[in-house]
């Protein structure tokens, strides 16, 4: 594994963007496969700008990459800064996306808070059937 740099963000956002598609939790909160994946490289593209310093490939040829969160780190937790640099995607991913992202961050944000998400091992597709059984639940 490499460090990722700031020139392998546009192509890493790709990467991650082919891998996510058909992921649960991203068609969930990107319902419109026709837009999906430029959406998902515009979503990455700012998350790896965000996490850079934990961002990490595994070659020069960018075949993988993965976002490392340590122990200390904020798990995903939205701050400010973020959210003021994310302005941008209220345009390019459209108000109702967001909104099902801030709410799903919300709600993962406060499990975590009372379990220790990642110290039990929950996995995100679990989590993801989590959240959406609440909010079916929600509507009955």
Same mark, same amino acid.
């Given at each position: 594994?490499? /460090?990722?740099? $700031?020139?392998? &963000?546009?192509?890493?956002? $790709?990467?991650?963007? @082919? ?11 990107? %319902?419109?496969?026709? #837009? ?13 700008? &965000?996490?850079?310093?934990?961002s990490f490939k595994t ?8 976002? !490392?969160?340590? %122990? ?6 939205? #701050? ?7 302005? %941008?995607? &209220?345009? #390019? ?7 099902? @992202?801030?709410?799903?961050?919300? !709600?993962?944000? /406060? ?10 091992? &929950?996995? @995100? ?9 609440? $909010?079916?639940?929600?509507? /009955?």
């Amino acid at each position: 594994m490499e /460090k990722l740099q $700031k020139s392998d &963000i546009l192509q890493a956002s $790709k990467v991650f963007a @082919m891998a996510m598609f058909y992921d649960d939790l991203h068609k969930y909160l990107l %319902p419109n496969e026709n #837009t999906r994946l430029k959406n998902l490289e515009r979503l990455y593209a700012f998350k790896l700008r &965000i996490e850079l310093n934990n961002s990490f490939k595994t070659s020069s040829n960018l075949e993988g990459v993965c976002i !490392w969160e340590g %122990p200390d780190d904020n798990h995903g937790a939205i #701050t400010l800064k973020e959210i003021i640099l994310g302005l %941008p995607l &209220i345009f #390019t991913l459209g108000i109702p996306n967001l909104i099902r @992202m801030i709410k799903y961050q919300i !709600w993962s944000q /406060k499990l975590e808070n009372l379990l220790p998400v990642g110290d039990i091992g &929950i996995s @995100m597709l679990l989590l993801f059937r989590l959240y959406i059984k609440e $909010k079916d639940l929600q509507l /009955k």
